[in-house]
């Protein structure tokens, strides 16, 4: 490992100077004017897997954005590891609160601020120049390795899931290796092993068959606004609790293990206050915020709009509002089922004066892994080697669609060995990536593909 | 009259053509890229009231949008009565509804569409018409005119009013005579008796101090959407009734005369949900729709936005979510006082995991005139001769501000004698004005001047 090491030491501003590059592509999955820049950032990632000495690296086009294949099939008898992360990225708005502009990656006290900085492209890019410095100094891996990129992470990875469902010998592997999750804090190795699901869902009410005058109208019909309104607010009662008939049935609850093993984080629930300018945090009842963010189920708007939003006052009574409203799950609650439960609610709590018109934006399926298993183990060595300290291990609350995909259909172990931080604005504006776990990450990614190599 | 209404008759398309030039300039008074439009509005007025015959024809700048004063005052002994109408109009938004562009007047089955048609320039233009047609006839009025025309009628009338306070000997008359309100239905001849009042506030709810990933935070923090939504529900109950303490102390409940008249009028539920294309109307239990809209209080939201709302579907735990809330008042409630009910009702309800910014947009005293008032009976007799029918008295659940500073602070009754439609679409996409009601308005208002004139 020596060579690999002091390769991987060597190179460190070279590899900021690659992710600068990527971070300048404005991948945004969401959006349908990005769609040439997806093409860009998918080529980009090729070209950086072939000059890293990946065999057979294809773009493979979807009905979406392209996804990016490669292998390294020479070590006979030793495991397989597939490697999997994103190139796309969330939109960027509100584009007015960037300190500098997200597709300008901009460095400050060791940190690279660019949409997609920390989720996923940064993340992404260790794996491949911890292969590189492999193949530079050994002219080998330890272990097979291939290697399944997509552009759709931000949208539910549709295509990609149709992908693995259809190539199954293709990308059969014995541990999926991902880094899109969070260390537990600062120089602290972690392993999550378990990330919630969600089931994203849209509802728009639709009153009157146009905007009214309020004046000469309101008091005569029901207001869309008001309507949309009262159906949240009868979504969760004032513990938190989501009421939603059936919503909590397939909850599997936390083992006392669990729970004691997450009291024993450090964690200030006012410095986690004070850190997101709130007075009083506030979730279900009967949980601490680490439960409540981790392992339990939540339900929140995620968007809404109707009516007159601009400047001054216009006295309308709207004829349609619209809200985006999201659920995180945990084990073994399923999307579909929730997307149900979800609309018949609605359907049952929506007054006879609208029309409602809901779509199921997407869904993903939650996750645990086991600590005993043998991957698992090879991460958690890997990480307290190179960070020199105790592997910590937690659960994340976001969702990464396709690790249970990945799970189920490889009957792989997931492996997900994130480094990157809550704190990195994530989704919102002057997202970031703390260039020394970058560095880390490389290195652990090293270390684990030696580990797991037996 | 005859010499004047067989003028007026005779220059029905000619009114019609200057009434298209009027109404392809898009003075929208709430929207700051629409000043010059305002500027330019102003001097058409002016214009029109100079070769009309009007004497001292002013544009009078203000710390917004100008007013324009006229006078003629060459009937001694006479009354006086001052003609208000406005020149600003609503903005256009949703623009792709509108089935002829706002500022390209379209003629259509006897109606003209453009944005302001009805709502108030169509109106206004009327009285201007009038004066035209006593002068080219007569040389003279039967009496004497003064006009105060505004650009800010739809933003809260704020520098009228001022002006107004400070003016009381230039504006001094007897009536106020004003068409910017409906007829009961068409070819009704329809004099309007009381005005509902307004209360118009914003809400603005932050709770994390920046976009979230909903994932990562969900269950950890408050959602200002969610907080908004919950609030929202607290302010009706499920009659109808607003919650807010003290909010109905001062209404003045409807008299068993004014009921009994009201049930009088031609009105189906059925046909009136049909054309808003609702399955169910809603309002205020214990109330006849006609009640609800023009003689009892209100409460809609006007507009609301927060997070996400493009296309697909974006996971983030918002900052902000913000509400335009309005309030429709009767006699005697009291907007200032209102507006304090309200702040203070929100405050009281607001929970701690959230900071709030409340503002008082614009506010609207409600009015009710006399019956027996001299102004009202010569209106009256106007209309019925006009039309040849019997004259209804209506309410309008609309707001006029300034008539209730002209009534209290001139002493003058005032006159509203409205030629538009509730069904024209004030405030709506495809705004539009019946020409024949048009013409009818012009002749109604000679009439009027002529009968008043004692």
């Known amino acids: 490992m020596e060579k690999v090491v002091s390769y991987i030491n060597s190179h460190r501003d070279n590899y900021v100077e690659e992710l600068k590059e990527f971070l300048k592509i404005p991948s945004i999955s969401t959006l349908a004017e990005n769609k040439p820049d997806m093409k860009t950032a998918a080529e980009f990632v090729a070209g950086k897997l072939r000059s890293a000495g990946m065999q057979n690296v294809k773009i493979i086009e979807t009905k979406g954005h392209p996804l990016i294949y490669a292998d390294w099939l020479n070590a006979p008898g030793k495991p397989t590891v597939l490697i999997y992360g994103h190139y796309d990225v969330q939109p960027v708005d509100p584009i007015n609160l960037w300190d500098s502009p997200p597709f300008e990656p901009t460095i400050k006290d060791g940190k690279i601020y660019a949409r997609g900085a920390t989720d996923d492209k940064g993340q992404m890019y260790m794996h491949i120049k911890t292969v590189e410095a492999f193949m530079k100094t050994e002219g080998t891996l330890p272990l097979n390795v291939k290697f399944i990129i997509e552009g759709e992470e931000e ?113 200030s629930e006012k410095k986690y206050a004070r850190e997101l300018g709130v007075k009083e945090l506030k979730g279900e009842k009967g949980y601490s915020t680490l439960e409540r963010i981790w392992a339990r189920p939540t339900l929140d708007c995620n968007g809404i709009i109707g009516g007159f939003t601009g400047d001054g006052a216009k006295t309308v009574l709207p004829s349609k509002a619209k809200a985006k409203i999201s659920m995180r799950l945990v084990p073994n609650q399923d999307p579909k089922k929730i997307a149900k439960l979800f609309k018949s609610f609605i359907n049952k709590i929506a007054p006879k004066t609208v029309k409602l018109n809901m779509k199921d934006l997407h869904g993903a399926y939650p996750i645990a892994t086991s600590l005993d298993d043998s991957a698992t183990i090879a991460a958690a060595n890997a990480l307290s080697k190179v960070f020199g300290k105790k592997t910590v291990f937690m659960r994340e609350g976001g969702s990464i669609p396709i690790v249970v995909t990945f799970a189920k259909k490889l009957k792989a172990s997931p492996v997900l060995m994130g480094m990157g931080l809550d704190s990195e604005n994530l989704h919102s504006p002057n997202e970031h990536f703390n260039l020394n776990h970058f560095h880390l990450g490389i290195l652990t990614s090293a270390y684990f593909l030696n580990e797991y190599s037996g």
């Open 155 to 267: 949208i539910g990875s549709g295509n990609l899931e149709e992908f693995v469902n259809k190539n199954q010998e293709l990308l059969k592997c014995n541990a999926v290796l991902i880094s899109d999750t969070s260390l537990y804090g600062p120089g602290i190795p972690t392993l999550t092993y378990g990330l919630r699901g969600l089931c994203y869902m849209e509802v728009e009410v639709t009153g009157p068959n146009r905007d009214l005058h309020s004046g000469t109208f309101g008091g005569g019909v029901d207001n869309p606004i008001n309507v949309l309104a009262e159906m949240i607010s009868k979504l969760k009662d004032n513990n938190g609790k989501i009421k939603i008939p059936g919503f909590y049935k397939d909850v599997v609850n936390l083992t006392k293990k669990e729970r004691d093993n997450f009291k024993t984080l450090p964690f």
